[in-house]
């Protein structure tokens, strides 16, 4: 029996170090199925988001998931903790330790309590070991405490820095993009006369965006279930959006040339690829349509009324949808399981973006109408600046953010 609980305290105490080396330090991923943490967060997510499917989708669902991510990350420390204290009482009561104690009789519970006031550094001294084998684990596991202490010092805030930064981007998408965010909003709002610099400058940064959203995701996995501030907003609606818009620049415009395209679409879809092997969600296909033909021929229209017309004539859905059918089902996978809409291939008329809307604009005297009119000052610049193939655009002299001040 006391060999067992030997074997069970070594265990435990490997298991939650090498759990702890691999989720915080190890900067790859774990290929190994089975983990602690991975157990951890299948198990408590699905429990999480099973009664967030019952709540009607909304702000309260959200307001629900958002705190799974941040609470996840405390439980998760006081799991490992808790296994390590229990581990070293396995280990000293296993192996028979002298000690000193008020009880006349030793149990199991002497030595669980001994554990937790060294592992917290506690030193209450009413339980000390008497042989050196008992003073070595105490010290020992005074060590551990110690050493877990400092992972969590360096671990949250590591986590926080990566959130911060992956959110940055996506506030910044919701100005140049729409809320929810949509390929045709983002090229409708980018697009110059013949002059797509901006475009493609901003695309080298979504493509930046994409490799460092691979790099500490797979690094730390909890990041995927941190929401964005916004309901209509989220890491994955950024990701999709990236994805769409490569897609229709690969299918390509009249006139224009952006390489650039392709390499941002193959590190967004090595992004969403790699997060579906990591969380095993497995590829399917949407219900339904996302871009049906209808909404196609309407993105289509949208996009022409600033002079971004489709190559290909009719074959250009088609071409699309083949892009489509290497990255969707990824992307449908990760929100089915993470409770995300993906967002729009063209946003709805009349949607508002999310900088345009505020608790005080509800009762402002310019509100919603003056708002409403610079969303519009764009579409009628464009309107008024005639181009050579008879099309319609901004003067070159204007930025794309620059419609918050006109």
């Not at 000390?128 to 010092?153: C, D, K, M, N, Q």
């Not at 309901?231 to 490569?246: G, N």
């Not at 345009?356 to 600046?385: C, G, M, Y």
Request: with cysteine; net charge neutral.
């Amino acid at each position: 029996m006391r060999v067992c609980a030997i074997i069970v305290g070594l265990l435990l105490i490997a298991a939650v170090l090498q759990n702890g080396f691999e989720a915080v330090v190890l900067p790859r991923k774990i290929s190994r199925r089975f983990s602690l943490s991975r157990l951890f967060y299948l198990s408590t997510w699905q429990l999480w988001s099973s009664l967030a499917r019952k709540l009607r989708a909304g702000n309260r669902r959200e307001f629900y998931l958002g705190y799974f991510g941040p609470l996840s990350v405390i439980l998760l420390l006081l799991v490992w903790a808790a296994l390590l204290m229990l581990g070293f009482a396995f280990l000293e009561w296993g192996c028979g330790l002298a000690i000193s104690a008020p009880e006349k009789i030793l149990t199991f519970a002497t030595y669980l309590y001994m554990s937790g006031v060294t592992f917290i550094t506690l030193g209450f001294g009413d339980v000390v070991p008497l042989s050196g084998l008992g003073r070595f684990l105490a010290v020992a596991e005074a060590g551990t405490g110690f050493a877990f202490l400092a992972l969590v010092i360096g671990y949250v805030p590591v986590i926080y820095q990566a959130f911060s930064r992956r959110e940055i981007s996506i506030s910044l998408l919701d100005a140049r993009a729409g809320s929810p965010p949509s390929a045709t909003e983002l090229l409708r709002r980018h697009y110059r006369e013949e002059h797509i610099e901006e475009l493609v400058r901003y695309l080298c940064e979504w493509e930046r965006w994409c490799a460092e959203v691979l790099e500490s995701h797979i690094s730390y996995p909890v990041l995927t279930y941190y929401r964005s501030q916004h309901e209509r907003q989220s890491w994955l609606a950024a990701l999709t959006t990236t994805l769409d818009t490569c897609a229709l620049l690969i299918v390509g415009f009249e006139g224009i040339s952006t390489p650039t395209a392709r390499f941002t679409f193959a590190i967004a879809r090595h992004t969403a690829v790699d997060l579906a092997q990591v969380f095993g969600t497995t590829p399917k296909a949407i219900e339904g349509q996302r871009l049906p033909s209808q909404d196609f021929a309407r993105m289509r229209a949208a996009l022409a009324e600033v002079g971004l017309r489709l190559q290909h004539g009719q074959d250009a859905e088609q071409q699309l949808a083949a892009l489509r059918q290497i990255y969707e089902p990824f992307v449908h996978a990760l929100a089915d399981y993470l409770l995300v809409n993906l967002p729009p291939w063209i946003s709805a008329t009349g949607v508002v973006d999310d900088w345009q809307t505020s608790a005080w604009d509800h009762f402002a005297q310019w509100s919603p109408a003056k708002l409403e009119e610079i969303t519009h000052v764009i579409i009628r610049h464009h309107n008024r600046t005639p181009l050579r193939h008879g099309h319609t655009h901004t003067h070159d002299g204007q930025e794309g953010c620059s419609f918050y001040g006109l």
